[in-house]
């Protein structure tokens, strides 16, 4: 039986102030250090402690569904000629999405550190919607903030919001989307900081959030790997992962990191197209995209030429972000991942070709990922395998998909 | 009054000054290109001429999380009107131009800074006629980004301490910071506030018995009640918002708040 939790290696980074190489570390209002001070220090000692880890096994296993199957692709492989595609399959976890992963988590953190507010921010709405899952199942008090501009298109989940008993807090600064929602949310931190917990819903922001995140989500790449060699008697040639943040990718990749043959890709987000420069492709645009400091880390931020942060833009709202996890910076500069995009009609096109072959609708998000396996398969041997994360279901994006596609 | 000194010895001259008098130093912010660019310098000359003892220049940030609504908008605007870090450098070097003597610290988040690159940004705000450097998202584990050139060129680099610092943090600030430290009033982010809270005296004594830097006071102090009550008990004290809300009604009764805390801090 696969371990649904495991301890992170300790020689792993980030290093003791933070830092993944030179990416991430602590940018922050002197208000908080000491409240992510004391976060380390709970952190630290909860993943230490068994009854932890037992405690989030038995909510993985009897509550979120885990672990989720990999499905093999099958009639999609034999169309596409090439590799065949093994979909991990995260859409299947409570709440549609592998954000119940890093929710329950934190959550069970924020219970032991006797935290009952909870604040979170959303863009896609499936971090907000694993975060007031995780509370209501808690009982602890939840209030999400959220852009006005992916309130709009995202309905269905803020309804889901709101019936798990959370407040949504509409953003209306910036771009009003996620980036200011995450702006908000660390006001209401720096406001609130005696009495709430901050349930950061990627593998961003001041340390510890990137690595607390990443070991969250790790149960994901940690399942897969003993279920992709059980079904296909080797390990994929390369892991696919959608990146807006970064946090389902880093789940899947970090168990995957000693083993040299797999190729570890991830796909961002092309929007319109590079050209466009309407996208949230920070590792592709480096005219616009170069190494900054937004949300208290440093990582590769798209900004304009006098430090500004740019908007983005994605048919998808999870991978809106003009940042990226800081660990996937590091990655891409050790050339241990390699980052690519897809734009926004490739990742339609995925999501339709997947719902028809498969009977999977995907997120649209993790319609990049299926975008990048259905690009890169008919390259491939027929025996080689690609293990692409279906991060999310595509249910909250039918009002989007309908919008653009027509009925 | 002329300029006799730069960077840490010009602050080091300001609160002398101050302390002389009996009474705080009153450091209005202003954001270069709120309004626009040329008012948002008429302000900083008009209220340079009241005899204020030192400026807190903003420079906009499109996502600045220290900051509550008022700033949020007052850099909106600016950065609309086109201020860049260079404009912002050509501000500090044009009121100095005119005349301008007082200490002028830059107050930026660190990407805009990034972006210029940390030593070219120090050196160039020094030959600006700058004197230091307020980076709200800078604590002192990260200091090292702008310490050397700071160093080098003499230029303060302003560290925050917060009613949430514990011991630990107040030595690890005082050790780094240079000029004064920036104490935060509140857990909280900027805007003007009816009230300081009713720990201040307390929370300033527990900085006191720890270092013997210039305590600065920040983020909420809007009146000139707040300047009198501030007497003898901090070094000096910024006032941003509430200055930014008078000037919402008129340029008149920003330049009329300031007259009025600058009098109620000599009282």
New interface residues.
Partial sequence: MTDLYIRTDLSDLPDARGYFGEFGGRFVPETIIPALDELEAAYNEAIADPAFHRELRHLQRTYTGRPTPISHARRLSEALGGAQIYLKREDLAHTGAHKINNALGQGLLAKRMGKRRIIAETGAGQHGVGASTAMALLGLECHVYMGTVDIRRQQPNVFRMKLLGAEVIPVESGSRTLKDAINEAMRDWVTNVDTTFYLLGSALGPHPYPMMVRDFQSIIGVEARDQIQALTGQLPDACIACVGGGSNAIGLFHAFRDDENTELIGVEAGGHGIESREHAARFADLDISRPGILHGTRSYVMQNDDGQIMETHSVSAGLDYPSVGPEHAHLRQLERAYYTMATDVDALEAFQVLSKMEGIIPALESSHAVAEAIKRAPTMPRDSVLLVNLSGRGDKDLDTVIGILGN | MTRQSQGTAALDAMFARAKKQNRAAFMPYFCIGYPDYDESLCAIEAVAALGVDGFEIGMP??????D?PTI?AATQIA?EQGA???LCLDAVRQLRARGLSQPMLMMS????????GADRFVRDARDAGADGLIV????P??AALFADSCARAGMALI????????DE?IEM?TANATGFIYV?SL???TGARKELPAYLTDYIARLRAKTEMPLVLGFGVSSPAHARQLRGLTDGFIVASALIRAWERGFDEMHALARDIFAASQE
């Fill in positions: 940030f499109s996502d600045p999380i220290a509550g949020q950065l860049t870090v260079r988040y660190a990407n805009p800074l990034v972006a210029y709200p998202d800078l604590p584990e990260e560290f925050f301490l917060a009613p949430t610092s514990n943090r600030a935060v857990t909280g982010i």
